[in-house]
């Protein structure tokens, strides 16, 4: 079991309490640099979390009043990592499951479904928090897994020519959302030629 001491709320509750008003900018760098802080102690013992999320970052707040007159208070926040069901040790001759974390949050690779992905996913997901923490709502709020990779290239542009392509056992295990939105991408090539079967049988 793990015990875990008690918080005022998580990362989510304190986005929707602001109600529109921004977060003070040391206080998301703050939140920011302690979550990463975690993730790396996380990380430097050969785990991976999986399941980075704003709900399952606990905070607890705390008011430091004035040192004198005319001072003004400062807000501490103390930020911790939860929920450790998804977390998995970096022996990848063990199985990866496709389906972790929650869609707004996956790395580009969760969502194509690639089976060998590792601690990067955490510090997407990161990212994506430190962003929302900012603008007060959702990065990528895809509806479903072919709208989530669509919002992503729409800020971040699509993956370049460099970028290693999937292997045929990769494709096939996509499902056939994916596999047709490769076929999509692959049909907007202007010559014949650059066109390929998804699969070279």
Request: one cysteine or more; proline letters at 6%; hydrophobic letters at 40%.
């Amino acid at each position: 079991f793990l015990v875990f001491e008690c918080m005022d709320c998580d990362l989510n509750e304190l986005v929707n309490s602001r109600k529109g008003r921004k977060l003070p900018e040391t206080v998301i760098l703050d939140i920011t640099y302690q979550v990463l802080n975690g993730l790396a102690f996380i990380h430097e013992n050969d785990l991976f979390h999986r399941d980075i999320k704003p709900e399952n970052v606990l905070i607890r707040r705390r008011i430091t009043p004035a040192s004198g007159p005319g001072g003004s208070s400062t807000i501490v926040v103390e930020a911790k990592i939860a929920d450790f069901g998804l977390v998995h040790d970096m022996d990848f001759s063990r199985p990866l499951t496709d389906y972790i974390s929650t869609r707004w949050y996956r790395a580009p690779e969760v969502l194509l479904n690639c089976n060998n992905y590792s601690t990067p996913i955490d510090v997407w997901a990161v990212g994506t928090i430190v962003a929302e923490l900012a603008m007060l709502r959702p990065l990528f709020p895809g509806s479903n897994q072919i709208d989530q990779l669509r919002r992503i290239f729409e800020v971040l542009g699509t993956p370049k020519i460099s970028v290693p392509a999937a292997t045929d056992k990769d494709s096939k295990s996509t499902g056939p959302e994916l596999i047709g939105y490769r076929l999509m991408v692959r049909g907007r090539c202007a010559c014949p030629q650059a066109r390929h079967c998804v699969y070279s049988e």
